[in-house]
């Protein structure tokens, strides 16, 4: 027959599991708060459509004048680092966990060419939280959805054409192609991974 002694180590262990397991669950639901926040969001805003007409008659501010990004349909409003060389991690990653950067070499908004905008996913999935939470949403987008790039107190205003989902290698291929005034926003995909790129790209629209 069990003894006492062991009834109650049987119960330690079952108190200590329990906490373990708590413990690991809200440290989950702390790394992925930011993700879950947009998700939710996102997804009320399908149930109760009204919500979002409502939220779009108001005018948006932008998180910063001199370079700011606007994605109503997905949230987004975060702040556009300049410059930004996207091959060096040391330069981008303390970047990407305030906002979004803007490829070194591409051009800026309102010139001919490709403004490239990008937001990369982190190595783990338990990065996810900290360097794509911006854009964890962004293969929501729908051809003719609206995107606004506010540059130097100046709104340009673009409408999606294209999502594609591509291996690195041929990224700088398909880039060639894109003509005119162009938008482009990339992250990894799938979220927290840095198999391939989700590319969204939009003409700028007057």
Not at 77 to 92: A, G, I, L, R
Not at 123 to 135: E, G, H, Q, W
Not at 144 to 168: A, M
Request: proline share 6%; net charge positive.
């Amino acid at each position: 027959m069990p003894t006492s002694k062991n009834i109650f180590d049987g119960k330690i262990l079952k108190i200590l599991g329990l906490i373990l397991l708590l413990g690991g669950i809200l440290l989950l639901a702390w790394l992925y708060l930011p993700l879950l926040k947009q998700e939710v969001i996102y997804r009320t805003y399908q149930v109760f459509p009204q919500l979002k007409e409502d939220q779009g008659k108001k005018e948006i501010t932008p998180a910063d004048q001199e370079f700011s990004l606007v994605i109503p349909k997905i949230e987004v409003n975060s702040k556009v680092f300049p410059n930004v060389d996207p091959t060096n991690s040391q330069e981008y990653l303390p970047l990407l966990a305030k906002g979004v950067a803007q490829a070194k070499g591409s051009v800026n908004p309102g010139q001919e060419g490709n403004v490239f905008i990008f937001a990369h996913s982190s190595d783990t999935p338990l990065n996810a939280s900290r360097y794509n939470a911006v854009f964890y949403l962004l293969n929501k987008l729908e051809k003719d959805d609206e995107i606004f790039v506010y540059y130097q107190q100046q709104k340009y205003s673009y409408k999606v054409k294209d999502k594609k989902i591509l291996s690195p290698e041929k990224l700088n291929d398909y880039l060639k192609n894109l003509k005119g005034k162009i938008l482009t926003l990339q992250t990894c995909y799938p979220p927290g991974t840095t198999i391939n790129r989700l590319l969204i790209v939009a003409d700028e629209s007057f």
